[in-house]
């Protein structure tokens, strides 16, 4: 049975945003002091941990009933930015978790029992790829091994959302499915090596025979599939939907470029090679940063309209057509792409002390550039899938719109 209540049914969008930014800000000083340790580890600082548990981060969307947020998608977007132009890296795992809580749910009040029944500030990381993954069906559920790369937050998480082969009820043969382990249950690899999002240690983790009982195990179709229309508004949403969160803290790291650029500006910095004795001065550098701000505020503008959309629906019990569901995921891959835009507008104004190693603006960027190539963010897939959703093809593209 899924979470039924709506934790904030008499709480305004407004001000349940403005709670939870809030909230980020306060822990942000934090993030952002140990952003360099998480680059250099490749995994938060003990310290930015500890900063996202305190201020709820990782009890997001963990259902009101266990006591946690239960926090709709457009307020998680804003909370999400905030992290992430402190620390990109930081951002990602707490929306890491955020998205694997949210899936998590709809697993059942068993399974959530399991993962909040001692209380719900539990951070969680999911992978739904996976390396020679084999499960074994055993009395109660499955003996599972094998390895699930790029899993983010994993040095924080508790539990993770984890795909596995599944035994088909023939039988013969097994069809995809996802199942909640206990990371303590798995090792971690340390394959994590990257030119950005270093601090997310998006490792490898490793199950050599670890049993899953059967109420922690659920079909992919089943995951993808709409929710009974009983259950609270926030585990309504689909998965696909659910990549809106993914553009959020890539959202505050180009704020966080803009916001450096304009100080640099604004600071007196000379134009070199020119008559200009201030960048501000020159009517180039007004230009982009005009553009800069306005790609965005475009980037930010259509992720919110996407994400209150998602919200009416789930609000209202009604399932997205398949042409808004796609233009779901053209809006993150526009913003995705906005953000990119942007950010290299910004970086040419400041010039090439952007890219010294003391300066955080190569950090950011780098995280940007690094985050924007995930698979969920890609804009060439989502013009497919609107493309075709806008001239009635319903051939299927990806399980995730």
Not at 161 to 186: I, N
Not at 265 to 292: C, F, I, N, T, Y
Request: charged fraction near 20%.
């Amino acid at each position: 049975m899924m979470y039924q209540s709506d934790h904030h049914e008499h709480t305004s969008p407004a001000d349940l945003t403005h709670t939870f930014v809030e909230a980020a800000r306060a822990a942000s000083p934090v993030l952002l002091r140990h952003a360099d340790d998480a680059e250099r580890d490749s995994r938060l600082a003990p310290e930015a941990t500890q900063a996202l548990r305190d201020a709820g981060m990782f009890r997001l969307a963990v259902p009101g009933e266990l006591g946690g947020h239960q926090l709709p998608l457009a307020a998680a977007v804003d909370v999400l930015a905030e992290l992430g132009e402190a620390c990109p890296s930081s951002g990602w795992v707490a929306m890491v978790s955020y998205v694997a809580q949210q899936i998590a749910a709809s697993f059942g009040e068993k399974a959530g029992l399991d993962l909040w029944g001692d209380g719900p500030d539990v951070p969680m990381c999911g992978v739904f790829g996976s390396f020679g993954v084999t499960a074994q069906q055993v009395d109660g559920g499955l003996l599972v091994s094998g390895r699930w790369g790029w899993a983010s937050g994993c040095r924080q998480a508790e539990w993770g959302v984890l795909g596995v082969p599944l035994p088909l009820p023939e039988g013969d043969g097994t069809q995809p499915g996802v199942a909640l382990v206990r990371t303590s249950d798995l090792t971690v690899e340390a394959t994590w090596d990257m030119a950005g999002m270093r601090g997310t240690g998006s490792d490898t983790l490793v199950a050599d025979a670890v049993f899953v009982p059967q109420h922690r195990l659920r079909t992919f179709s089943d995951v993808v599939a709409p929710a009974q229309r009983d259950a609270a508004p926030l585990y309504r949403i689909l998965p696909g939907s659910m990549t809106l969160a993914s553009m959020a803290p890539l959202l505050g790291a180009a704020r966080a470029v803009f916001r450096l650029t304009l100080e640099a500006v604004e600071g007196g910095k000379p134009m070199a090679m020119s008559l200009h004795r201030r960048l501000a001065d020159s009517p180039s550098v007004q230009a982009s940063l005009a553009d800069a701000a306005t790609l965005i505020d475009s980037a930010h503008l259509h992720l919110l309209r996407s994400a209150e959309a998602v919200d009416a629906a789930a609000a209202a019990s009604t399932t997205p057509t398949l042409r808004e569901r796609a233009r779901v995921r053209m809006d993150v891959g526009h913003a995705s792409t906005c953000l990119r835009q942007a950010v290299q507008l910004l970086l040419t104004v400041r010039g090439a002390s952007s890219f010294a190693h003391t300066s955080p603006v190569q950090r950011y960027w780098r995280d940007l550039e690094t985050a924007t190539r995930h698979p969920t963010l890609n804009p060439g897939l989502a013009r497919e899938m609107y493309g075709r959703a806008l001239v009635g093809d319903e051939r299927p593209v990806s399980p995730m719109v």
